[in-house]
């Protein structure tokens, strides 16, 4: 859920931030990307945190992230400030997304492990939906001077009590029996396996987990030489997808809607309608990708390609109606058309990534 949050708490406050701190146009986009640039550093560092510390403390330490990086901003006095704590904020976020699923795989009970790595995901979407709904809330408090000088900033520092819940939830967690074994702490690792499938299954995995890690070897070299073409696969599919334009359409929301004809209060308004629809579509597709009807769940990929074209057209019709000139149209529909296609292709390729 904080991943979702912090990922996504940007969308309500970049359009008051900008005029604040007096951003151009890039200077607006690193403002609202320049976490990802953290999420790779987290990504990339992840592994090897949890490797030494335990993915229990490595959890711990991007709760430590996202509240440092929540309150951070709240005082930030100018863009470079922002930056940086939008940047540690990043690092748990990129941390979370590399230590969370493999956290629930291991110590979910094996009658209900990939469920509880599909729920990860929703995880993530509700995150996004409360922090539009929150950002909803906030903006509604005050007129645009408020939000444009504080509202932004509360939306942000809200993020501190889940990361504050968070971190009080972990600690008293039980630690991958995987990662115990590996340490050599092997009657710690069978207590955690037997607390989540009982004495039987628990010798079972236990012996399972040992035999794994005997013949676990492996050089990071062999990434770019062995995997070297599935790596590359998996990242470009992965770009694909992002090319697709889903991220920024989150990141814009409100400003979006703005851009269409909306009010700042009906914008943010529409930004939680789609989230919702988000939320959703993301259980369906849980309950679709988990039911035995796999062969009929593959045409999703061109539901989601048609809802992205008419989601572009949508926004032109609109666009026709509340624009004043020709030009703001013919701009937008030039764009519309490009986001289309690349939502169309990154849509049927991204998740071939997984």
Known sequence: MLFGYDNIVISGAIGYLSPLFHLDAAGTGWAA?????????????????????????????????????????FFAANLHQFVVWRLIGGLGIGAASVISPNYIAEIAPTRVRGRCVTLYQLGIVVGILAAVFINMLIQRMGDEAWNTAVGWRWMFFAGIVPALLFGGMILPAVESPRWLMKMGRRDEAIRVLTQINGPDIAAREAAEIESSLAVEEGQISELFTSFRRPLLLGIMLAGLQQASGITPIFSFLPQIFRSAGAASGDAFFQSVLVSLINLLFTLFALWLCGSRREKNAYPRRDHIAICLVGFGRLVLSRARERSSGPDFCDELRRRARLRQWRGVLGYHLGDLSH
Request: hydrophobic share 50%; charged share 5%; aromatic share 2%.
């Open 33 to 73: 990307g320049c976490a990802l640039v953290g999420c790779v550093v987290g990504c990339a560092v992840a592994g090897t945190v949890a490797d030494h510390l335990g993915k229990k403390i490595g959890l711990a330490l991007c709760a430590v992230c996202f509240a440092l990086s929540s309150g951070g901003i």
